[in-house]
């Protein structure tokens, strides 16, 4: 609270909105793998790219090359329609359309209520990603791939800003002060399992100020690789160093923030592993 009254933390709600991802109401059949789009017959042009689940999520940037791999390996094709009478068609979409309703797919609760049933609401490109759920921390992911995203992954829109900002906002993310914030925020679950709902998530402070914009920004490739290597402890021990060689925090602030964050942690894995 005292880091928020003098300013050197910002709320995510200060710097961008937090909203659900699309929700399809029967993901094995609207979302495919190229493979099983390449087998029914439908064209590329009729999918988004889109992450499913926050597993396929690894680094702090969704780039061109995770895209690369996702595409050529999981289940991350969402059929994107937008027309009705579709399924009348005598196409192969049209076959596979028809073949859903032969499924029930279509008295499906969330497919139901929506008309025609098969197209799917909400499919946005937001700026970046954050899990809904998550063991260990959240994946705050910067989404330099175009990819839209499922329910299961949380999607934050910057409000307006330059792509430096972006890029700062999410390295500052993977902060230590960020971290015990996402545990004060969120809720634990059987499991230990932390989850946030956007409400939740939009309430999480994270520490930033202009004059080091520049510098969080040029850290996250790094923070990126450390992520991917060797885990959150070490993509925050870098945002960390910078925080307090910038004079943004003090050591004594951060190890108490540190501790904190450890023993709030700790009591969530044990309560979940005693639950």
Known sequence: ERLRR???VQRISDVASVDIGFVTGAN???VLTRDEAKRSGLRRALFR?????????????????????????????????????????TTDLGRYLRRG?????????????????????????????????SNIT?????????????????????????????????????????????ELE???????????ETKEAERVLFPFDEAIAENLAMLLPAVDLALRD???????????????????????ELAAIRQSRAQLRARRVSRGRTA
């Open 6 to 8: 003098e300013g050197r």
């Open 28 to 30: 094995d059949y609207f």
């Open 49 to 89: 790219p889109a992450i499913v689940r926050p597993g396929q999520l690894r680094g702090a940037i969704l780039s061109e090359s995770d895209a690369s791999d996702l595409l050529g390996s999981e289940r991350c094709l969402l059929l994107s329609l937008s027309a009705s009478g579709l399924d009348r068609a």
């Open 101 to 133: 309703r032969r499924l029930g797919i279509h008295r499906g609760y969330k497919c139901r209520v929506r008309s025609p049933w098969y197209v799917v609401p909400g499919v946005r490109v937001p700026d970046a990603f954050m899990s809904y759920m």
């Open 138 to 182: 959240p994946r705050i992911v910067l989404n330099e791939a175009g990819f839209s995203s499922s329910n299961l992954v949380h999607q934050l829109t910057f409000h307006l800003t330059e792509r430096n900002h972006a890029w700062a906002y999410i390295a500052a993310l993977h902060s230590s002060p960020a971290l015990l914030s996402f």
């Open 186 to 196: 969120g809720r634990s679950y059987g499991g230990g399992v932390l989850k946030h």
């Open 230 to 252: 060797r885990g959150a402890e070490a993509a925050a021990a870098l945002v960390d160093a910078a925080l307090v060689v910038k004079g943004l925090l003090t050591d004594d």
